[in-house]
């Protein structure tokens, strides 16, 4: 992992983002003018409304290896450069710079921090620091987050890493500048990460579905593409209440198949493949790791027992107890469950060749 994580921040480093500009000039043809007689129309020297411009401060950037070469197929990380001031002991509201990146490993993300006191000198921190806990809090819009930092004592960058997903899904919703504070023994860091255009970013970097989803055929396709799609979620959250309940009777007819599970605004793709057979139980027999089908091996299938009442699938869990899913019916073979405040699925029938049983048209 930190291998993976060195190589990637060699590009990191090697980043350049410069900002650009234009200029305007004036006419050629001003003070030119001839007596032909003719009425020459006024010129229209307003100048037109440009369109507000979205702030390209988040880049792509591929993997390299210890030479410096892309790594064909390799991972690509989202960064941009950062800045701020800090203050401790010695000195008051200093120029902090730094640059902050986002890093695939495997279904999760890293963010990764690399701060520099006067534009050229890493932050330092000791293992003792490390150990009484670096703590990055951060607000984006009104919400205030504090996350735990780790590193590599004594200049390593710090890292951001269970909960790096946590940090991420708030940033992409909101759509705002993160403000962010990190505490150091007498040392403070204040610095903004901008917001930018950190969406398209995504799209390009992560490969997320861009676009308005408009329709119940659009969300499930974008989640079939890809299952971190923040719109999909929005869409079924809103339109939730719009899908029939699906009844006791009917529910009892339908679930006796092969099952697609794919978790809606997920940060880690939880795709799974779920069998329910006659006997009253489920196995999972596969799930989606990054894409790719694998078929659960025995260590990885759990069996639990489940029965259908009062409209909703009781499931029993690998830590005892039950898990209740009432399902909404979207179309034939494409199912909407709500599990908690925030957590939705997106239920599809699979048949014997692995395929969905029923078309989306």
């Known amino acids: 992992m930190k291998r993976l994580i060195a190589l990637l921040l060699a590009a990191v480093l090697a980043l350049s983002l410069a900002a650009c500009g234009g200029e305007t000039g004036e006419s050629p043809n001003s003070g030119n003018e001839t007596s032909t007689g003719e009425t020459t129309a006024p010129v229209d020297t307003t100048e037109p409304q440009e369109e507000p411009t979205v702030k390209t401060n988040w880049e792509v950037v591929n993997q390299v290896d210890e030479f410096g070469d892309v790594i064909e197929n390799g991972d690509t990380l989202l960064a941009t450069t950062i800045s701020g001031e800090f203050s401790n002991t010695a000195t008051n509201s200093s120029e902090l710079s730094g640059v902050a990146g986002f890093i695939p490993y495997g279904d999760e993300y890293i963010l990764s921090l690399d701060l520099d006191e006067y534009g050229n000198s890493p932050v330092t921190y000791s293992d003792s620091d490390l150990r009484d806990g670096i703590i990055l809090k951060t607000k984006i819009a009104d919400t205030i987050s504090e996350y735990e930092l780790y590193g590599t004592a004594p200049t390593g960058n710090l890292m951001l890493m269970e909960d790096a997903r946590l940090f991420f899904t708030d940033f992409y919703d909101n759509s705002e500048d993160a403000r962010c504070i990190i505490n150091i023994g007498s040392s403070e860091y204040n610095f903004t990460i901008e917001y930018g255009n950190f969406a398209s970013a995504c799209d390009e970097a992560f490969n997320i579905p861009a676009g308005d989803i ?38 009892s007819n339908i679930i006796q198949n092969r099952w697609l599970r794919i978790e809606i605004r997920s940060q880690f793709n939880d795709w799974y493949m779920f069998e329910y057979t006659s006997d009253g139980t489920r196995t999972q027999i596969g799930r989606f790791d990054d894409g790719v089908y694998e078929t659960s091996n025995e260590s990885s299938q759990g069996n639990y027992p489940y029965r259908i009442e009062n409209n909703s699938l009781y499931t029993g869990t690998f830590l005892g107890g039950e898990d209740a899913a009432q399902f909404r019916k979207i179309s034939d073979g494409y199912y909407l469950v709500s599990e908690g405040s925030d957590t939705l699925y997106l239920y599809i029938q699979y048949n014997e060749d692995g395929v969905p049983t029923y078309s989306l048209g």
């Open 214 to 251: 408009q329709s119940d055929i659009d969300a499930i396709r974008a989640l079939l593409a890809y299952s971190r799609h923040i719109d999909c979620y929005n869409y079924f959250s809103e339109n939730i209440n719009n899908y029939p309940i699906v009844t006791t009777d009917e529910l």
